[in-house]
């Protein structure tokens, strides 16, 4: 019994240090005032201060353009991956997935700067203006991060596939493209969608590598937070983060979701 | 059944990672043929199916169809079409668009697809079938679907790889008698693949007995059972005794120091031979019952075990240096002395020489597994 209430007062305190602040920081949003301790009315004004502040309005344009892009491009890359690694021989497949994991297990300081170095050796000494700081520099960055986790999501998919329904497609008098277009895609298709969602919100996510590689005229959200820390604490930001929290929230759900639905399909 | 050469491999070769699949392999298939590569798992026999289908390429050698060399042809190309082992439908179409995949792709029209569809699932006894999942069917209706996909395409040749392997006992003896009807019907080549040697004699016009990436015997069912060419055959295709021995003269052979008549002639004088008797063949006698030869010239034996098998009792008789089995539908005593009585048709004789190819073979086969690759 005393064993019992010990481990659910841990799960409680566990649970209340995880979501307290978020709890908090989403009560203040509506505050009427200032104050951070204080609660002094309702107000949705830092709401509407919030979307008249073209600054973090141009910089949630730049977060979302760059998270759909990156997301976009990984989906493609990714995807072609897993069908490459797949099809290699697994002492090459388990070589080239260690290789895959590094993007994911490498600090974000060190690639953000790794990332910046190489951008700016291509701008300045290889004379590429295409890889000046800025937008461009932004989404390549973001697509190094995010094409893992979609390769990661397709190759089980195309693990649980039987490799002779490929064969089968061309016996039946399939291109390879065909082939790949009508048997092999629409049963990778959620393991795609799935990975896409992932590398969004990674995208959205991301404060460090995005700090070192975008431009003073691209800077995401996370960025722009970032740097008005240090100067001014505007409760705006609660209303920013309240609405960005419930935003990945609700992708992630929609995650869950799919995959509880995929997994009940498979029992049935 | 036209007598036209329809598929002919020509030396084909084949390795994986160095080691030697198909060692020069040379087979003849005519037009509306059901062969079946018969033989034990790395035998080489599914790597023969898969060179035929497109599916792997030969190291050397050439694959003729119709005369033409389609060795390096993909296989959407070719007129042939393939059941696969473990069927391979497309899990995220119903059965009809299943069977209509190849049809689509021609670009027939869809009333032809939806008509000949339906046909083709009347053939197969699956009517009505084409909007359920393949997912929901049991292992017989996907085997059906899968003939079903790839027979709409009217193909010269049909490929089936293990077809009935994941199916029960039951549902494999009716698959194996409608597809046996299905292939007189439609006239189609059948190339069948298969380590069930009942299933090959059930089926098959010409059986390809193989081991070891090579040919051993190819006939038609009757002649492999009763002729088999060597030791591996007569082993494989039902069981048998199998004894050495030497012929002294024609129609007298003698092994385990007994000489019986037989009918095989034209070996040398004492040459060492195989000798092949088949456990239906052995008629037991007790002493006194009438015989061919006299009971004095037999080989004696006592009865070691007695097993009922259904139809038949089988019996393994010890005769000192030689242990038979023999089939029988009256059970004898455990201990009984018995006189072993065959029948001169019944005793066939194996030339050593293709002997000793063989335990060359299952030297190899013992000894270098690695060699005999695995064909999944």
């Known amino acids: 019994m005393k064993k019992h209430t010990l481990s659910r007062t841990y799960m409680i305190l566990v649970f209340i240090f995880m979501y307290a602040p978020i709890v908090l920081l989403m009560i203040f949003s509506f505050n009427s005032t200032k104050s951070r301790s204080v609660w002094t009315g309702f107000s949705l004004k830092w709401y509407a201060k919030l979307f008249n502040d073209s600054e973090i309005i141009n910089a949630l344009q730049v977060t979302l353009e760059v998270a759909v892009s990156a997301a976009l491009i990984s989906m493609i890359l990714g995807t072609a991956a897993a069908l490459g690694i797949f099809s290699l021989r697994p002492r090459s497949r388990k070589g080239l997935l260690w290789l895959n994991n590094i993007p994911m297990m490498n600090p974000d300081i060190i690639m953000g700067v790794t990332l910046m170095l190489m951008f700016i050796f291509l701008y300045r000494i290889c004379h590429l203006p295409f890889f000046a700081l800025g937008f461009q520099t932004l989404l390549i960055a973001h697509v190094t991060f995010d094409t893992p986790y979609v390769l990661l999501s397709v190759l089980p998919k195309l693990r649980q596939m039987d490799i002779r329904q490929y064969e089968a497609a061309r016996d039946l008098g399939a291109s390879n493209f065909q082939a790949l277009r009508k048997v092999v895609m629409p049963q990778i298709k959620s393991g795609i969608v799935t990975g896409g969602i992932l590398a969004f919100t990674m995208s959205i996510d991301d404060v460090v590598v995005s700090y070192f590689t975008s431009?003073?005229?691209?800077?995401?959200?996370?960025?722009?937070?970032?740097?008005?820390?240090?100067k001014r604490i505007s409760p705006e930001i609660n209303a920013l983060c309240t609405l960005m929290f419930i935003a990945v929230l609700v992708l992630l759900l929609i995650i869950n979701f799919r995959e509880f639905k995929a997994s009940k399909e498979r029992e049935e | 059944m036209s007598k036209?050469?329809?598929?002919?491999?020509?030396?084909?070769?084949?390795s994986f990672n160095g080691n030697v699949v198909l060692k020069s392999l040379n087979l003849?298939?005519?037009?509306?043929?059901?062969?079946?590569?018969?033989?034990?798992?790395?035998?080489?026999?599914?790597?023969?199916?898969?060179?035929?289908?497109?599916?792997?390429?030969?190291d050397s050698g050439d694959l003729y169809f119709g005369g033409e060399r389609i060795n390096a042809l993909s296989p959407d190309k070719r007129n042939i079409n393939t059941v696969f082992q473990k069927y391979a439908l497309f899990p995220h179409l119903n059965v009809g668009e299943n069977v209509a995949f190849g049809?689509?792709?021609?670009?027939?029209?869809?009333?032809?697809?939806e008509k000949r569809v339906s046909e083709?699932?009347?053939?197969?006894?699956?009517?009505?079938?084409?909007?359920?999942s393949v997912t929901s069917l049991s292992g017989g209706q996907q085997q059906r679907v899968a003939i079903a996909r790839a027979i709409v395409n009217e193909p010269k040749v049909l490929l089936l790889d293990e077809p009935l392997g994941a199916l029960d006992l039951k549902l494999r003896k009716e698959m194996q008698v409608e597809l046996k009807k299905l292939h007189e019907r439609l006239k189609m080549t059948f190339i069948y693949v298969t380590h069930d040697q009942e299933e090959a004699l059930?089926?098959?016009?010409?059986?390809?007995?193989?081991?070891?990436?090579?040919?051993?015997?190819?006939?038609?069912?009757?002649?492999?059972y009763n002729e088999p060419a060597n030791r591996f055959v007569a082993d494989f295709v039902g069981e048998s005794n199998i004894i050495p021995g030497r012929m002294p003269e024609d129609c007298r052979v003698e092994f385990l120091g007994t000489v019986y008549d037989c009918v095989d002639r034209g070996f040398e004088k004492n040459e060492q031979i195989d000798v092949v008797i088949r456990p239906e063949d052995i008629v037991l006698l007790e002493e006194g019952e009438n015989?061919?030869?006299?009971?004095?010239r037999l080989l004696k034996g006592t009865v070691k075990t007695c097993l009922f098998k259904g139809v038949h009792?089988?019996?393994?008789?010890?005769?000192?240096?030689?242990?038979?089995?023999?089939?029988?539908?009256?059970?004898?005593?455990?201990?009984?002395?018995?006189?072993?009585?065959?029948?001169?048709?019944?005793?066939?004789?194996m030339k050593k020489s293709s002997l000793e190819t063989m335990t060359e073979m299952e030297y190899r086969l013992e000894h270098d597994p690695d060699a005999v690759m695995e064909e999944e």
């Open chain 2, 202 to 224: 059930t089926m098959s016009d010409t059986i390809v007995v193989m081991n070891g990436g090579q040919i051993l015997q190819q006939g038609s069912p009757i002649d492999i």
């Open chain 2, 103 to 113: 049809l689509r792709l021609k670009g027939v029209s869809d009333r032809d697809v």
């Open chain 1, 215 to 230: 431009g003073p005229f691209s800077e995401t959200l996370g960025v722009l937070i970032f740097g008005m820390t240090k």
């Open chain 2, 313 to 349: 009792y089988e019996m393994i008789i010890e005769t000192g240096d030689f242990d038979f089995i023999a089939h029988s539908t009256v059970a004898e005593k455990i201990g009984m002395q018995m006189y072993l009585d065959i029948d001169p048709d019944n005793i066939h004789i």
């Open chain 2, 291 to 296: 015989s061919i030869q006299a009971h004095d």
């Open chain 2, 120 to 132: 083709m699932l009347e053939l197969v006894d699956l009517s009505g079938f084409e909007r359920r």
């Open chain 2, 4 to 14: 036209n050469e329809l598929i002919r491999l020509d030396g084909i070769t084949k």
């Open chain 2, 28 to 58: 003849s298939v005519m037009d509306g043929e059901f062969v079946t590569l018969l033989g034990p798992s790395g035998c080489g026999k599914t790597t023969t199916l898969r060179i035929i289908g497109g599916f792997e390429m030969p």
